[in-house]
């Protein structure tokens, strides 16, 4: 009875949910006998309940927010994925905000700034942050080659070279290190430390770059057989590359080796057909042998591909000088010289034409320029020279004469001109000993097989018999197709010369592959090329004198179209 009224009282108070009530309970029944094993058995109860949860309770969800971590690189990955995402701006606020977190000393952000502000073409600042980068962090190679990229845009190469060569203590198996400080020896002109540069980052890893600046340092010396094994190496590891390939074909048509050249250029094409350089290059080939309409449709394909290029509307101009239509090839030399005023060559054809149409000072005008660029080149003193017979000032132009022989003693039209010079002054002794000059030239031109032009041959002839020489048979008469192949002089040894008409656009083409894109390492603007020289415009008399002469004089009015209309190539 008692252990019923218990379990009631229990039940009634509710006891089972709460420990301290269970002691309650033993308390008041602790000295009932019949108890004993009952209180037992509920402190066991109690104990076990209390061990246990309640189950009406339930864990914290979590807070859905990054906790707030006391690190400076905490924001890196956003600032990574603006700047990959090319949103700089958003980039430059995570960045202030990094930065203004951390006091300056988050690198990373640092570092993508001073990249932010390179790519502004804020150079200054950015060497600046790189600097502060190499103090964060100095033992890294990463920041030292940035510091000397930031002075080698700045054109402070000796400067970069010190620094790459610190990152190089830290990295010696980077081959990009090796391959700048090639680039920098090169703007330096020291050649010989730059091939010792690039070929060590050829040994480290093999890039297409890297061949392109070896090749282009070997044309810089001349050396243009080393140049074109470089070149060649590099299409075997990069076959698909049209910038190599366009360039081995160029150098194969300078040597004439057009199966080999029209292959490389056909490659280039097959594998981008808007490669303008070699379509460029094709059309110059066809302007080359004649096909002026042919390569005016070629020059129209580039044009929407490059439309302000110089090398383009040079050529375009050369094709309607070819075709006799003079004020339509003015028009494009003048358009490509404000485009490139300081290239020589455009002003040499300015010269040529305006000559041709006897417009004697403009054309004075354009070659006195052309001569201050290029002074070392011959045949620009010899169309001074022919002008300023024109304006009758023969002194000038004796001394013209004197320094284009000087210059290149291989050119017979040179000797050939300044007889007949001479021979319309009434200094029919110096005409003679220039005419023997130029025989002597011509019989070593014919050693090598270069056939001449046959008005040049024609006009020879007339002025040896003027000068009661009689027919000095030293002309080889060209066949009926020599208007198809390239004329010129008899050697290469005039180092000097440089491709005329067409071949601004190969020299283009070739400097182009050659360095870096417009947007990598700034070279030289074109490679050495040897020229065929082409006939050019003899001077006419000042005065009436004897048949024979006047024939020179009528005979010289159609010589430059007959040069620049074939569009030399080298």
Same mark, same amino acid.
């Not at 990463?142 to 970069?160: E, M, Y």
């Not at 990152?167 to 050649?191: P, R, S, T």
């Not at 449709?297 to 070819?322: D, H, Q």
């Given at each position: 009875?008692?252990?019923?009224?218990?379990?009631?009282?229990?039940?009634?108070?509710?006891?089972?949910?709460?420990?301290?009530?269970?002691?309650?309970?033993?308390?008041?029944?602790?000295?009932?006998?019949?108890?004993?094993?009952?209180?037992?058995?509920?402190?066991?109860?109690?104990?076990?309940?209390?061990?246990?949860?309640?189950?009406?309770?339930?864990?914290?969800?979590?807070?859905?927010?990054?906790?707030?971590?006391?690190?400076?690189?905490?924001?890196?990955?956003?600032?990574?994925?603006?700047?990959?995402?090319?949103?700089?701006?958003?980039?430059?606020?995570?960045?202030?905000?990094?930065?203004?977190?951390?006091?300056?000393?988050?690198?990373?952000?640092?570092?993508?700034?001073?990249?932010?502000?390179?790519?502004?073409?804020?150079?200054?600042?950015?060497?600046?942050?790189?600097?502060?980068?190499?103090?964060?962090?100095?033992?890294?190679?990463?920041?030292?080659?940035?510091?000397?990229?930031?002075?080698?845009?700045?054109?402070?190469?000796?400067?970069?070279?010190?620094?790459?060569?610190?990152?190089?203590?830290?990295?010696?198996?980077?081959?990009?290190?090796?391959?700048?400080?090639?680039?920098?020896?090169?703007?330096?002109?020291?050649?010989?430390?730059?091939?010792?540069?690039?070929?060590?980052?050829?040994?480290?890893?093999?890039?297409?770059?890297?061949?392109?600046? @070896? &090749?282009?340092? *070997? +044309?810089?010396?001349?050396?243009?057989? #080393? !140049?074109? /094994?470089?070149?060649?190496? $590099?299409?075997?590891?990069?076959?698909?590359?049209?910038?190599?390939?366009?360039? @081995? &074909?160029?150098? *194969? +048509?300078?040597?004439?080796?057009?199966? #080999? !050249?029209? /292959?490389?250029?056909?490659? $280039?094409?097959?594998?981008?057909?808007?490669?303008?350089?070699?379509?460029?290059?094709? &059309?110059?080939?066809?302007?080359?042998?004649?096909?002026?309409?042919? !390569?005016?449709?070629?020059?129209?394909?580039?044009?929407?591909?490059?439309?302000?290029?110089?090398?383009?509307?040079?050529?375009? &101009?050369?094709?309607?000088?070819?075709?006799?239509?003079?004020?339509? !090839?003015?028009?494009?030399?003048?358009?490509?010289?404000?485009?490139?005023?300081?290239?020589?060559?455009?002003?040499?054809?300015?010269?040529?034409?305006?000559?041709?149409?006897?417009?004697?000072?403009?054309?004075?005008?354009?070659?006195?320029?052309?001569?201050?660029?290029?002074?070392?080149?011959?045949?620009?003193?010899?169309?001074?020279?022919?002008?300023?017979?024109?304006?009758?000032?023969?002194?000038?132009?004796?001394?013209?004469?004197?320094?284009?022989?000087?210059?290149?003693?291989?050119?017979?039209?040179?000797?050939?001109?300044?007889?007949?010079?001479?021979?319309?002054?009434?200094?029919?002794?110096?005409?003679?000993?220039?005419?023997?000059?130029?025989?002597?030239?011509?019989?070593?031109?014919?050693?090598?097989?270069?056939?001449?032009?046959?008005?040049?041959?024609?006009?020879?002839?007339?002025?040896?018999?003027?000068?009661?020489?009689?027919?000095?048979?030293?002309?080889?008469?060209?066949?009926?197709?020599?208007?198809?192949?390239?004329?010129?002089?008899?050697?290469?040894?005039?180092?000097?010369?440089?491709?005329?008409?067409?071949?601004?656009?190969?020299?283009?083409?070739?400097?182009?592959?050659?360095?870096?894109?417009?947007?990598?390492?700034?070279?030289?603007?074109?490679?050495?090329?040897?020229?065929?020289?082409?006939?050019?415009?003899?001077?006419?008399?000042?005065?009436?004198?004897?048949?024979?002469?006047?024939?020179?004089?009528?005979?010289?009015?159609?010589?430059?179209?007959?040069?620049?209309?074939?569009?030399?190539?080298?």
């Amino acid at each position: 009875m008692s252990m019923c009224l218990f379990w009631t009282h229990i039940r009634h108070q509710n006891y089972l949910n709460t420990s301290g009530l269970f002691v309650y309970a033993i308390y008041l029944h602790c000295k009932m006998s019949h108890f004993k094993i009952l209180i037992h058995l509920l402190l066991f109860k109690t104990f076990q309940t209390a061990s246990l949860p309640a189950i009406t309770e339930h864990p914290k969800a979590r807070s859905g927010r990054v906790p707030d971590l006391p690190i400076v690189e905490k924001r890196n990955w956003l600032i990574h994925l603006y700047y990959i995402r090319k949103d700089y701006d958003l980039c430059k606020i995570a960045i202030k905000e990094q930065l203004q977190e951390t006091h300056g000393m988050c690198e990373y952000a640092v570092y993508v700034q001073a990249l932010i502000f390179r790519l502004e073409g804020k150079i200054h600042e950015s060497l600046e942050l790189f600097q502060t980068c190499a103090i964060l962090r100095p033992r890294s190679a990463d920041n030292l080659k940035q510091v000397a990229r930031s002075l080698f845009l700045l054109g402070k190469h000796k400067a970069a070279i010190e620094v790459y060569s610190d990152a190089a203590q830290y990295n010696q198996k980077d081959w990009e290190i090796c391959h700048n400080l090639g680039v920098c020896y090169m703007q330096l002109k020291y050649f010989n430390k730059a091939k010792d540069q690039l070929n060590n980052a050829l040994q480290l890893n093999r890039h297409d770059l890297t061949y392109m600046m @070896l &090749g282009k340092i *070997y +044309l810089l010396e001349g050396n243009k057989d #080393k !140049a074109i /094994e470089v070149y060649r190496k $590099a299409v075997e590891f990069s076959p698909e590359n049209t910038e190599l390939l366009t360039t @081995l &074909g160029l150098l *194969y +048509l300078e040597r004439e080796d057009y199966q #080999k !050249a029209f /292959e490389h250029l056909g490659n $280039a094409l097959t594998y981008d057909p808007s490669n303008y350089k070699a379509i460029l290059a094709a &059309g110059s080939m066809m302007q080359t042998h004649g096909d002026f309409d042919v !390569a005016l449709t070629k020059y129209r394909v580039v044009a929407c591909a490059v439309p302000e290029s110089p090398p383009l509307w040079n050529n375009i &101009g050369m094709c309607f000088f070819g075709k006799k239509k003079y004020v339509a !090839a003015i028009s494009c030399l003048k358009r490509a010289n404000y485009l490139a005023p300081f290239d020589w060559k455009i002003l040499y054809n300015l010269g040529l034409v305006h000559l041709t149409m006897q417009q004697y000072a403009s054309a004075f005008h354009f070659v006195s320029a052309a001569v201050h660029l290029q002074p070392k080149f011959a045949e620009l003193y010899m169309l001074l020279a022919v002008a300023l017979t024109n304006l009758e000032d023969g002194e000038n132009a004796k001394l013209a004469y004197q320094k284009a022989s000087a210059l290149d003693t291989c050119n017979p039209l040179i000797n050939l001109n300044y007889a007949i010079l001479l021979c319309n002054q009434g200094d029919k002794k110096e005409a003679i000993l220039q005419y023997y000059e130029m025989k002597k030239k011509v019989q070593a031109s014919k050693e090598g097989t270069v056939e001449f032009d046959p008005e040049m041959v024609d006009v020879a002839q007339r002025l040896g018999a003027a000068l009661q020489l009689g027919e000095v048979a030293v002309w080889t008469k060209p066949s009926k197709d020599s208007k198809s192949k390239p004329r010129g002089t008899a050697s290469g040894k005039s180092s000097s010369a440089q491709p005329l008409g067409s071949n601004q656009a190969l020299g283009q083409a070739m400097s182009s592959a050659a360095g870096y894109a417009k947007t990598m390492i700034q070279g030289s603007g074109n490679s050495t090329q040897t020229a065929k020289v082409p006939s050019l415009p003899l001077e006419p008399k000042p005065n009436s004198e004897p048949d024979p002469e006047e024939d020179i004089e009528e005979s010289e009015q159609s010589e430059p179209s007959q040069a620049a209309g074939q569009g030399k190539n080298s």
